[in-house]
């Protein structure tokens, strides 16, 4: 693999030109998914483009991680709970952002989920032609293309819902072809056959990269600096790590332009450092709240064989017309992540689940909340904290889902099935001879465990659940107005001058679909609006 990228070293040029001696037309802060897009149209359309990333590069020599190194990788060494426990956010702090140690499925907005953007949050524009050419764009940037093979668990979920008659699919992967390698939840290091997946750093910063944009990694960046005015945007403030010495350098970088590009978890915080005062900063966050469902068989899975996430089961996607409900999907078998809701209850019996890994499968109900919840700065670190709590419509159709994977699961063999609410005993599945699998779920250990779900499901309430979250969105949402939102139809901070959002935070509610084809559209259009700014300045200054 070729390391193609030269981070600035900021220590050595705040020398040579003095505290605030850098200047560039545009900062993009973070180098994820939306940071990259609008990186390469700013370059493209010949602006002097600086992007900065907190973290640091998984290139070659970083690769492969393991199990342990891969966690400083994670926003707060992936121990980010909201402030009731209730879930667990992962989101990356690596130059590509998530972008680089996602599970390339690549799933475009919805109908049904646009119709919604488009009719209850005014933008009207969402089903349009023009944003349809946003997705179109995006996807092929990313390399988007069908899955060529689906791994025994991803198999396993799609032949279960056809024999169920579910509604499922298959998931486009922004990868190159041949790749095959399962691993790179952890950064993608090409695998066997050196092909990669195509994430931020392999597509969209890289062209920005050859159109002369530059990088800086290790750089925190505080706050976003005002002209006295308050208003226009002057540049930004934050620290830069020496990735040897460990010393931290203040820096200020003059720009006219600030893209805000760092998560929905930490753009509301950049925000609010700054000063901002909009009452929607950090509000209407959605986590996809994942509930991650273990079973295992009486035959080999292959757990760390095959692309991770390439199928999606959609039956339960949409309740009662509601919009809202859940997709039944897989999860990396990463070890940390294969044995995270595996009960404790004493070491006989987890040492004895641990032996079963090679036989263990890991799938997820995945539901687009309507419950939203708000980030914040802790008053002690200044880092995110977050508030959120499921609301009964959203437990039940978590429930919802959960059902009719265990209902899959059982219909494809599983010996047991681990859901993780608390007081929910292990799924056992007796002998043949005691219950024949041509009774289906009339076999009363299998109608006993779902009676209980249904229980759960009735009730609404769950004394305690095991769950996790990989898709913070919303909490810089876009809108008509300042009153509901913190950016106009083209990602400009309302107020501010010269300020944009362009990720994750965008997203005006739950996308329902893995949010990366969203955030990457979303941010196309943020792009091209600033392109067609610059391009208008360029026309009246000829004018002139
Ligand atoms: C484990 C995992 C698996 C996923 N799998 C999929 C999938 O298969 N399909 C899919 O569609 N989506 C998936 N997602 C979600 C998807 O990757 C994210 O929605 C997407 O990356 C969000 O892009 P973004 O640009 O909003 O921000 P991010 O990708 O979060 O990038 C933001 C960047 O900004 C940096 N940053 C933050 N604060 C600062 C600061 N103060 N100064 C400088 N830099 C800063 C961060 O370090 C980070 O690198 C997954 C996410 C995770 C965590």
């Known amino acids: 693999m070729k390391d193609e990228f030269e981070f600035l070293d900021l220590g050595k040029e705040v020398e040579l030109r003095g505290d605030t001696g850098l200047e560039f037309d545009v900062v993009v802060v973070g180098s994820g998914p939306g940071g990259g897009i609008v990186a390469e149209k700013a370059a493209s359309v010949g602006l002097k483009v600086l992007v900065v990333e907190k973290g640091g590069w998984l290139n070659s020599a970083a690769l492969p991680q393991n199990?342990?190194?891969?966690?400083?990788?994670?926003?707060?060494?992936?121990?980010?709970?909201?402030?009731?426990?209730?879930?667990?956010?992962?989101?990356?702090?690596?130059?590509?952002?998530?972008?680089?140690?996602?599970?390339?499925?690549?799933?475009?907005?919805?109908?049904?989920?646009?119709?919604?953007?488009?009719?209850?949050h005014g933008l009207k524009?969402?089903?349009?032609?023009?944003?349809?050419?946003?997705?179109?764009?995006?996807?092929?940037?990313?390399?988007?293309?069908?899955?060529?093979?689906?791994?025994?668990?991803?198999?396993?979920?799609?032949e279960g819902a056809r024999k169920l008659g579910y509604a499922a699919q298959p998931l486009h992967q922004n990868l190159q072809p041949g790749h095959n390698c399962g691993g790179c939840g952890w950064g993608c290091s090409g695998g066997?056959?050196?092909?990669?997946?195509?994430?931020?750093?392999?597509?969209?910063?890289?062209?920005?990269?050859?159109?002369?944009?530059?990088?800086?990694?290790g750089f925190e960046v505080e706050r976003v600096l005002f002209q006295k005015d308050r208003n226009?945007?002057?540049?930004?403030?934050?620290?830069?790590?020496?990735?040897?010495?460990?010393?931290?350098?203040?820096?200020?970088?003059r720009a006219k332009r600030?893209?805000?590009?760092?998560?929905?978890?930490?753009?509301?915080?950049?925000?609010?450092?700054?000063?901002?005062?909009?009452?929607?900063?950090?509000r209407h966050l959605h986590l996809h709240p994942?509930?991650?469902?273990?079973?295992?068989?009486?035959?080999?899975?292959?757990?760390?064989?095959?692309?991770?996430?390439?199928?999606?089961?959609?039956?339960?996607?949409?309740?009662?017309?509601?919009?809202?409900?859940?997709?039944?999907?897989?999860?990396?078998?990463?070890?940390?992540?294969?044995?995270?809701?595996?009960?404790?209850?004493?070491?006989?019996?987890?040492?004895?689940?641990?032996?079963?890994?090679?036989?263990?499968?890991?799938?997820?109900?995945l539901l687009r909340d309507r419950t939203s919840g708000r980030v914040y700065p802790d008053p002690k670190t200044g880092g995110p904290k977050v508030a959120y709590d499921m609301s009964v419509e959203d437990t039940r159709n978590m429930i919802r889902g959960i059902i009719g994977l265990v209902r899959i699961l059982y219909t494809q063999g599983a010996l047991t099935i681990v859901v993780p609410i608390c007081g929910l005993a292990t799924y056992v599945r007796p002998s043949e001879v005691e219950e024949p699998a041509s009774a289906g779920f009339e076999n009363p250990s299998i109608a006993t465990f779902i009676k209980k779900l249904e229980d759960y499901e009735k009730s609404g309430v769950v004394p305690w659940f095991s769950l996790g979250s990989a898709h913070?969105?919303?909490?810089?949402?876009?809108?008509?107005?300042?009153?509901?939102?913190?950016?106009?139809?083209?990602?400009?901070?309302?107020?501010?001058?010269?300020?944009?959002?362009?990720?994750?935070?965008?997203?005006?509610?739950?996308?329902?679909a893995n949010p990366q084809?969203?955030?990457?559209?979303?941010?196309?259009?943020?792009?091209r609006g600033l392109g067609n700014e610059v391009d208008a300045a360029v026309i009246s200054k000829a004018k002139l």
């Open 67 to 120: 199990d342990s190194t891969a966690f400083s990788n994670f926003q707060s060494n992936l121990l980010l709970t909201t402030d009731s426990n209730l879930l667990g956010i992962i989101t990356a702090t690596t130059f590509g952002g998530s972008g680089a140690i996602n599970w390339s499925a690549c799933f475009p907005p919805q109908a049904y989920v646009r119709k919604e953007w488009a009719e209850q």
């Open 125 to 158: 524009w969402i089903q349009s032609p023009e944003f349809q050419d946003c997705i179109d764009t995006v996807m092929k940037k990313i390399g988007a293309s069908p899955p060529e093979t689906q791994n025994h668990r991803n198999a396993l979920l799609l």
């Open 192 to 217: 066997p056959n050196g092909a990669h997946k195509l994430d931020p750093t392999r597509t969209t910063l890289l062209n920005a990269h050859k159109l002369g944009a530059k990088f800086a990694k």
């Open 232 to 253: 226009t945007v002057k540049g930004i403030f934050g620290h830069w790590t020496d990735p040897t010495t460990g010393h931290r350098t203040p820096v200020t970088v």
């Open 258 to 282: 600030v893209v805000v590009s760092a998560g929905a978890i930490n753009t509301p915080l950049i925000l609010l450092r700054s000063r901002l005062s909009n009452y929607n900063i950090g």
């Open 290 to 365: 994942t509930c991650l469902i273990t079973s295992t068989y009486p035959t080999l899975t292959h757990p760390q064989d095959g692309n991770i996430l390439t199928c999606a089961v959609t039956e339960f996607e949409n309740h009662l017309g509601t919009g809202y409900g859940t997709k039944l999907e897989c999860l990396d078998m990463n070890l940390p992540f294969a044995f995270n809701a595996v009960p404790y209850s004493n070491p006989a019996t987890f040492k004895a689940q641990l032996t079963m890994y090679k036989r263990q499968a890991n799938h997820i109900v």
């Open 472 to 512: 913070a969105q919303g909490a810089a949402r876009m809108g008509k107005s300042a009153r509901d939102s913190v950016v106009d139809e083209w990602g400009r901070v309302w107020g501010k001058k010269g300020l944009y959002v362009a990720d994750s935070g965008l997203l005006p509610s739950a996308s329902g």
């Open 517 to 527: 084809v969203t955030t990457l559209a979303l941010s196309e259009r943020v792009a």
